[in-house]
């Protein structure tokens, strides 16, 4: 489709023949990303027509959610092993006006900080300390839980621009910075809490998932200070809140990245309907269907969230 094609059909989004708007619309989300830019121009051109500027909005967010889809389709094909960039695609989904640009820079100069402080003799309690020390005494990164809870202390891209953030986001975040130096760290989706463990790098090279402890030096809770909690600090957490810590404790596992930005989704996802947005909560549902279908269940796993 041409330039003046695209400025042609965009001038028709007015049009009070809803069948000819149907017609327009449909043609220019066929083209997907690549006409975005022209709506976006378009909308900020400053006719005063509240009919265009309403359907220029709503064809503005199908465009973003075929770009969201084409992406995660193309990061799950990659085998999903970005967590971050996982995190990213469900902020776009939440906020289309989200600054991306802004977020990279603050997660580089994150990653950096921690970066200038390793080096290779370190052991692996000496690399949590200096994770804990940058996160939580140099940025002071908090961990907090609201009723209603807040979407953007769920999104880790929230958290670190507000620095506060539930056990999924502060957690998620802790893990893409461990992730991103190389460090083997891997989340587990806890019922109703998310917390991570310190593997060998055997464990964590093998790419496969496993029962129980294998390969698990320890765990770390992000949300409280990153402290260094070990198996029975697991199964008095699991005790307290009425889940069969004695078995099922064998049975929680380092979780794919796909997993945890699984439960990430329906977790702001629930968020979003707590403030009373069900159309956006349903619309990110929707956009992430491929990957909510991926793991059987991981809903049920996580437990943090009624059934959505």
Known sequence: MSISEIHALLALMDDPDETVYDHVRERLLSKGKDVLPFVNDAANSGKECELFQLRLTKLQEGLQQTDIREELSSWMDGGGQNIWT??????????PAWQVAESIYAFEALHKAVWLELNEELTALEQVRILNHI????????????????????????????????????????????????IPVRGINLPNHFILAYCDDAFIGEGTAQIGQAGILFY????????????????????QIEVDGGDSLRQWRPAHSMEIVQRLVRNVAYSLREHGDEEKAEVMLEVFQPLLSSFENAEESSGDYPSL
């Open 86 to 95: 996982g995190a990213q695609l469900v902020h776009r989904a939440v906020d």
């Open 135 to 182: 996160f939580f005494t140099v940025n002071q990164f908090e961990g907090v839980r609201r009723v209603p809870h807040l979407p953007s202390e769920a999104l880790p891209t929230g958290v670190l621009k507000g620095k506060k953030g539930n056990p999924v986001g502060l957690g998620i975040l802790y893990l893409s910075i461990a992730q991103a130096l190389g």
């Open 220 to 239: 770390i809770n992000p949300y409280s200070q990153g402290t260094v909690i070990g198996p029975d600090d697991v199964l008095d957490f699991l005790s």
